[in-house]
């Protein structure tokens, strides 16, 4: 009875939410953590450790330890991306707590009037700190909930808001095959300046399957769609198969607004540690990311 109501609750509250127009605070759209952004971002049913807190608050209770996840990603023209987030308690009830951060230096201050030098330089930064909750609920059921408060700054402006995100996981659908959704950024800004910046809804659901008896049962398929309000829906593939105990390679592909994009990056893991690395590149031909992140269990 009370996973109906889960389920019935998540698109209630979906549909409730059709009218609103959300296509701002663009640091809640970007990938974090290296071993996801490999897979293009088809991760809604793979996160267990405290990277699930972005990706879907309920795979916080499918890990096996207390976990820690630290990212790192350097963007074009000096534009920074960083993660981090502890998952403080483990077990029945699970806990974490995340912060997502975006940083955009050296922007030119200008007047009205053209002028060859600027009058000087501002920066403009969205920040996320978010505590999530996940439990197991019943035999490979996952339920979470990540609480956000939102905070942005352009020039000299600056306004707080706050999100929610809600997550499902069912383990074992099939055999080796799990699926999750997760229902994100309902929520709202502050009037930055005279008007409010609307949050980007998105919906990920996917599915994660360990292929049996082939390539000793070590290669994954995952796939997801994202859609996101005003926008359109995103259709990401990811293929993870683990070499041996101590290495990981991953790949990915997702449509662009224009084209296909191509992802790639390996995972290292060394006992309690692992270090994952992610090669993305952006539309357009304008370069491509390069994201590291570091995961501790204990």
């Known amino acids: 009875m009370l996973k109906k109501l889960v389920i019935l609750s998540l698109v209630l509250v979906f549909n409730s939410l059709q009218a609103q127009s959300n296509t701002g605070f663009v640091l809640l759209k970007m990938d974090v953590d290296a071993r996801a952004a490999a897979l293009a971002g088809a991760y ?13 608050p309920a795979g916080l209770s499918l890990a096996e330890n207390t976990t820690i996840n630290v990212m790192h990603n350097d963007w ?22 995340s912060v997502n951060y975006l940083q955009i230096p050296g922007i030119a201050i200008r007047g009205t009037t053209p002028t060859d030098e600027p009058a000087g330089t501002s920066e ?50 099939f055999e080796n095959l799990d699926w999750g959704i997760t229902l994100q950024n309902i929520g709202k800004m502050a009037a930055l300046d005279k008007q409010e910046t609307p949050l980007p809804l998105m919906i990920r659901t996917g599915i994660a399957y360990q292929i049996p008896e082939l390539l ?3 290669l994954r398929i995952i796939s997801d769609l994202l859609w996101i309000k005003d926008e359109k ?40 540690f692992h270090l994952d690395y992610a090669y993305a590149p952006f539309e357009y031909d304008l370069g491509s990311s390069n994201r590291i992140s570091v995961g501790l269990s204990f």
């Open 216 to 218: 000793d049962n070590n």
């Open 76 to 97: 074009l023209w000096d534009i920074s991306h960083s993660f981090a987030a502890v998952q403080f308690i483990q077990g029945e009830h699970n806990l974490a707590l």
């Open 44 to 56: 809604s049913a793979v996160p267990n450790d405290a990277s699930a807190a972005f990706w879907n």
């Open 124 to 173: 403009a930064y969205n920040l996320a700190l978010a505590l999530s909750y996940a439990r197991e609920y019943e035999k490979d059921w996952h339920i979470g909930i990540s609480v956000k408060y939102l905070f942005e700054k352009y020039y000299f402006v600056s306004a707080p808001g706050w999100a929610l995100d809600l997550g499902l996981i069912r383990k074992n659908v």
């Open 233 to 272: 829906m995103y259709v990401k593939f990811g293929l993870e198969y683990a070499i041996s105990e101590y290495l990981v390679i991953r790949s990915g592909l997702k449509n662009g607004n224009e084209n296909l994009l191509f992802t790639a990056g390996l995972g290292i893991n060394y006992q309690s």
